[in-house]
């Protein structure tokens, strides 16, 4: 029996299977990359958040991207995550 891997949302801080959340991670330039759940592992240090615009909003609240990705764009991860929201289906286009 394969035990499913497990993450912790960086904004609700609920715990859920890895497919069912976002990864974020900041690219070597400097920018941010928000990985579709069955795309490759993007290298370098990432975080997760749920697919759900309030996460995102906990999450900048509590400083977590702050602490987990220092130098990240506030402006270019929303736009990269509600893109990735709307190709998911989770927010209309």
């Given at each position: 029996m394969v035990r499913p891997v497990l993450r912790t949302c960086v904004g609700?801080?609920?715990i859920r299977e890895q497919p069912a959340l976002v990864r974020i991670t900041a690219d070597p330039s400097g920018g941010v990359v928000v990985v579709p759940p069955q795309a490759p592992?993007?290298?370098?240090?990432g975080t997760y958040l749920c697919p759900s615009l309030p996460c995102l909003e906990k999450a900048w609240h509590r400083r977590a991207f702050r602490r987990a990705l220092p130098g990240l764009d506030e402006v270019a991860l929303?736009?990269?995550f509600e893109a990735e929201l709307r190709r998911r289906g989770v927010i209309a286009a």
């Open positions: 609700c801080r609920q592992k993007a290298p370098g240090r929303r736009e990269r």
